[in-house]
């Protein structure tokens, strides 16, 4: 048996408590030597022997209750049989849509059931799945054959590469052994996302099994309408140019057919006119030797028609307030932060974004209306410049993503150009940053006199400053989302606004929240909110204000096999010294809250005290 | 005959027992007893003349002084005193539950001491005194005697006594019974704390080898008032055996037994002619004595 605080074990000495207490006031009584105690005999007393053992009975339960106390505090558990062996050996699948090839998915199962034979004698084996997440499908044993049919039923699904999820898994089997993890997979790239890195015990090596990229595919990378006019975006993954048959239907009915020629990993859209705005569109692509899971695309026509904005601002004058602003989005709105209260309950929905460049005077009713926009899945730009106070946006974010907002930097005029902050994509793979495409680094002239520190646990930082700190911020807000800029947007605290990347990035982030306004009608098979199937398709949602028909899509970038090498592969591990300390801690908990022993000991020690009771309560 | 000898202003037991030794504080309990007491009107027979007396019918017509006769002509018998004219036993208990004792003094120091003190009365009236002490068997026996250096040996016997262990009072006394050669007078010192019957058969027996008997129970005032008033763990001075009890719920019953023992030997060895006192250590030995000098009183 071990245990999870074994220095609760510690307060087991209390249970001398009692004996010593027992010892020194057994004879609490007074005693005498008497001549005619066989005078006494005849009456109503209790004989020492008796007497004796409910006192040792007593003095067993007192200190029983008191061990079993500390037991139960020091919350003990049966380490499992299979932890105690010295190696192990992790085959980690990927089993994400790029592996659904049929040549890459028997490739995968040769070199999984490979590993698993070839590990050294005496090692348990684990065999684990991933995709968007990891899931272990056979924990920790000595029984090969079961791990080696266990690789047989892991088939590719929809999701996309995650190595990070599919190490983490594996390397929380180990708990404090060592052994090696195997990685079976198409060393994709795009399996880490940027930044990513996965850490594995120290111990534990990390072996990859190359199983090779498709050679042939062709895939519907983006469905998107313009007007009556709806483009299919098709990506040839091949080593050869290729005439790809493109079909479109509109609610089930076929609404054009198209060929475009796609050459050598290379991209074309197939355009339809005269589509019908409303209903599901379903493009499709004939691959039959390639990946079929990415031979069609789904989207739904009508819902992304890309609403105005709306510029809250000290006092609606955009020309005053947010004159860059609004020479840099077409069509936007202003309205003053006191009158956002007044507006009608359903004005907010009708725009696709809201841009706040001011808080004064928003009163709580405003900050009310603004919240229900972004819990109903509204999207709001918010930059946190000298007119925006940061506990209102934290109010209208609401308690479930709490926002920090504090200027950290001096007045324009004291910082010096030397001490200025430029800024980074962190991710240049957020649809903010991705039409920069390779001009991305134009952010960084950006010069930032003043920013604001923000940070918010539901809340992720996109770009960050110079100094390490959040410069954009994309957070969860309800069912909507808010791309929060530590600075404002009306050149006062930095250049921002007479850079040329201000414009693409506002108008994408216009563009992203407006779309997240209708994310609520598309998601990644790796998105999908809980409870809706993971595979692409249609689907509808239950929500608040009623039921909603939503399409799901894999995620594009599977269709992409930029590869990595070997190397590369290894270089995103980190080894970290403690993790195995930790893994040997969470093993044990984990294993300790499967097993729940404290509550059983706890039990005991409630039954030990009422029989206390009861015998106390005889002698008394 | 309690009342008045507390108003002698006698000693208390707990004082007397506070005495150097044995002998003084026999001297001190029959001195002050005798102090207090008209001469004694007890007179034995002796060996040596004591007077003449006019012979009547029925006298012995041995004792007539025939030279007496032929002088005066007439019938006179001539009186003599005895070198002794009571043999007795003193036999004292020395179970180990005599050595209980509440007050200063516990019941076999009581009893050594009365029976040192009754040594040394009869010695003093020269009564041979001899002294047997027992517990479940005899542990020492001096027989009576009264040669000049006797009182000594009593007293010197009565102090080497020890407390021994269990009680068995019967057998003993059927033991001294058998081994009794003469009449006399057999005086029991014993707390009793035994099978009665057993014991008033024992004390039957001396009766039936012709001997007075006086049998004194002696009791500490804890055994006959069970004064304990919190739980108390009482342990067997003889057995060892332990019980605890609240003396609230058993002071009853205790008083109920002990009152039915007391009145038990009172009965029956009163029924049987054994003269029975019933002695408190915390009350003076002088109590004694006067007992033994009444019963003496009427052996005479």
């Given at each position: 048996m071990s245990f999870l605080s074994p220095l609760f074990l510690v307060a087991a000495v209390a249970?001398?408590?009692?004996?010593?207490?027992?010892?020194?006031?057994?004879?609490?009584?007074?005693?005498?030597?008497?001549?005619?105690?066989?005078?006494?005999?005849?009456?109503?007393?209790?004989h020492t022997a008796r007497r004796r053992l409910r006192e040792l009975l007593l003095l067993a339960l007192r200190a029983g209750a008191l061990v079993l106390l500390a037991l139960a505090f020091a919350r003990p558990f049966f380490r499992a049989a299979s932890a105690t062996s010295a190696h192990l050996t992790v085959v980690a699948v990927d089993t994400s849509l790029s592996m659904s090839a049929p040549a890459s998915a028997a490739r995968a199962h040769q070199l999984g059931a490979d590993a698993v034979r070839q590990a050294p004698a005496g090692d348990d084996v684990a065999v684990v799945a991933f995709a968007d997440r990891a899931d272990v499908i056979v924990r920790p044993t000595p029984d090969r054959n079961a791990a080696a049919s266990a690789i047989e039923t892991a088939t590719p699904g929809f999701g996309s590469t995650t190595y990070a999820a599919g190490l983490a898994a594996a390397g929380e089997l180990f708990g404090g052994r060592s052994g090696r993890i195997v990685v079976v997979t198409d060393l994709q790239a795009s399996g880490w996302d940027m930044g990513a890195h996965a850490a594995v015990p120290e111990a534990v090596r990390v072996d990859v099994k190359d199983v090779g990229a498709p050679v042939e595919n062709v895939a519907v990378t983006a469905l998107r309408a313009d007007g009556d006019r709806v483009a299919a975006s098709i990506h040839n993954s091949g080593e050869h140019v290729r005439d790809v048959r493109t079909r479109l239907t509109v609610d089930g009915r076929a609404?054009?057919?198209?060929?475009?020629?796609?050459?050598?990993?290379?991209?074309?859209?197939?355009?339809?006119?005269?589509?019908?705005?409303?209903?599901?569109?379903?493009?499709?692509?004939?691959?039959?030797?390639?990946?079929?899971?990415?031979?069609?695309?789904?989207?739904?026509?009508?819902?992304?028609?890309?609403?105005?904005?709306?510029?809250?601002?000290?006092?609606?004058?955009?020309?005053?307030?947010?004159?860059?602003?609004?020479?840099?989005?077409?069509?936007?709105?202003?309205?003053?932060?006191?009158?956002?209260?007044?507006?009608?309950?359903?004005?907010?929905?009708?725009?696709?974004?809201?841009?706040?460049?001011?808080?004064?005077?928003?009163?709580?009713?405003?900050?009310?209306?603004?919240?229900?926009?972004?819990?109903?899945g509204g999207g709001l730009l918010i930059a946190a410049g000298p007119d925006v106070d940061g506990d209102v946006v934290a109010d209208v974010l609401g308690s479930g993503a709490p926002l920090e907002m504090k200027a950290v930097t001096g007045d324009a005029e004291r910082v010096a150009p030397q001490n200025s902050l430029s800024l980074a994509p962190a991710d240049v793979r957020h649809p903010i940053f991705r039409s920069f495409g390779s001009e991305v680094a134009s952010l960084g002239f950006v010069q930032f006199r003043n920013v604001a520190r923000v940070g918010g646990p539901s809340c992720q930082a996109i770009a960050r400053f110079t100094s390490g700190d959040a410069a954009v911020l994309d957070c969860a807000a309800g069912d909507g989302r808010a791309i929060v800029v530590a600075s404002d947007l009306n050149n006062r605290w930095n250049d921002f606004p007479i850079r040329a990347s201000f414009v693409p990035f506002l108008d994408q982030a216009a563009r992203y929240l407006s779309n997240s306004a209708r994310r609520g009608s598309e998601y990644l098979v790796g998105e999908v909110p809980k409870g809706l199937p993971v595979v692409p398709g249609v689907t509808t949602v239950e929500a608040s204000g009623g039921s909603r028909r939503v399409v799901v899509n894999v995620d594009p970038k599977e269709s992409e096999f930029d590869r990595m090498s070997p190397a590369d592969f290894q270089a995103s591990i980190t080894r970290l010294k403690d993790v195995a300390a930790k893994d040997v801690r969470a093993d044990a908990a984990g294993q300790e809250s499967r097993q729940h022993l404290w509550q059983y000991l706890l039990a005991a020690m409630l039954v030990a005290l009422v029989a206390e009771g009861l015998v106390a309560g005889r002698m008394a | 005959?309690?009342?008045?000898?507390?108003?002698?202003?006698?000693?208390?037991?707990?004082?007397?027992?506070?005495?150097?030794?044995?002998?003084?504080?026999?001297?001190?309990?029959?001195?002050?007893?005798?102090?207090?007491?008209?001469?004694?009107?007890?007179?034995?027979?002796?060996?040596?003349?004591?007077?003449?007396?006019?012979?009547?019918?029925?006298?012995?017509?041995?004792?007539?002084?025939?030279?007496?006769?032929?002088?005066?002509?007439?019938?006179?018998?001539?009186?003599?005193?005895?070198?002794?004219?009571?043999?007795?036993?003193?036999?004292?208990?020395?179970?180990?539950?005599?050595?209980?004792?509440?007050?200063?003094?516990?019941?076999?120091?009581?009893?050594?001491?009365?029976?040192?003190?009754?040594?040394?009365?009869?010695?003093?009236?020269?009564?041979?005194?001899?002294?047997?002490?027992?517990?479940?068997?005899?542990?020492?026996?001096?027989?009576?005697?009264?040669?000049?250096?006797?009182?000594?040996?009593?007293?010197?016997?009565?102090?080497?006594?020890?407390?021994?262990?269990?009680?068995?009072?019967?057998?003993?006394?059927?033991?001294?019974?058998?081994?009794?050669?003469?009449?006399?007078?057999?005086?029991?010192?014993?707390?009793?704390?035994d099978d009665p019957g057993a014991v008033i058969r024992g004390l039957k027996h001396f009766q039936y080898r012709g001997s007075d008997v006086l049998v004194f129970h002696v009791l500490d005032p804890d055994e006959i008032e069970f004064p304990f008033d919190r739980a108390t763990r009482f342990e067997d001075l003889e057995t060892g055996d332990e019980l605890v009890a609240v003396p609230g719920a058993v002071r009853d019953h205790y008083l109920k037994q002990m009152g039915g023992l007391i009145d038990r030997y009172r009965r029956e060895l009163g029924a049987a002619g054994i003269d029975y006192q019933l002695l408190n250590t915390s009350e003076p030995l002088e109590m004694a004595l006067l007992a033994y000098l009444s019963t003496r009183s009427r052996t005479a």
């Open positions: 249970a001398g408590v009692p004996i010593l207490l027992h010892l020194l006031k057994r004879h609490t009584e007074q005693r005498v030597r008497f001549a005619a105690v066989a005078l006494l005999k005849g009456a109503p007393v209790e609404a054009g057919e198209n060929v475009v020629t796609v050459g050598a990993h290379g991209s074309a859209d197939a355009v339809f006119a005269d589509v019908r705005s409303a209903g599901i569109a379903v493009a499709t692509v004939d691959d039959p030797g390639g990946i079929s899971g990415d031979n069609a695309r789904y989207a739904l026509l009508g819902a992304d028609a890309t609403a105005a904005s709306l510029v809250i601002t000290a006092s609606g004058d955009l020309d005053r307030d947010a004159w860059y602003v609004r020479h840099a989005i077409a069509g936007l709105r202003g309205v003053a932060a006191a009158d956002v209260a007044g507006m009608r309950d359903d004005a907010l929905g009708r725009y696709g974004a809201v841009i706040v460049l001011s808080t004064r005077g928003l009163e709580r009713r405003g900050r009310e209306k603004l919240a229900a926009y972004a819990n109903a | 005959m309690a009342a008045g000898a507390r108003d002698r202003q006698f000693l208390d037991p707990a004082v007397v027992a506070r005495l150097g030794t044995l002998e003084l504080k026999a001297r001190t309990v029959v001195e002050g007893l005798i102090s207090g007491l008209h001469r004694s009107p007890f007179k034995g027979f002796s060996v040596e003349f004591a007077e003449y007396r006019q012979y009547i019918h029925g006298d012995d017509l041995s004792t007539i002084d025939w030279k007496v006769y032929a002088r005066s002509d007439r019938h006179f018998i001539k009186k003599f005193e005895e070198e002794t004219n009571l043999h007795c036993q003193l036999i004292v208990d020395v179970s180990g539950s005599m050595s209980y004792g509440s007050r200063g003094i516990s019941k076999f120091e009581y009893a050594a001491c009365l029976a040192a003190s009754l040594g040394y009365l009869m010695n003093r009236q020269r009564d041979a005194v001899g002294m047997t002490a027992f517990s479940d068997h005899i542990v020492d026996a001096l027989p009576s005697s009264t040669r000049p250096g006797h009182l000594r040996n009593l007293l010197i016997a009565l102090d080497r006594l020890h407390v021994g262990s269990r009680t068995d009072v019967a057998k003993p006394l059927h033991q001294i019974a058998d081994a009794m050669t003469r009449r006399g007078m057999v005086v029991l010192i014993s707390d009793l704390l």
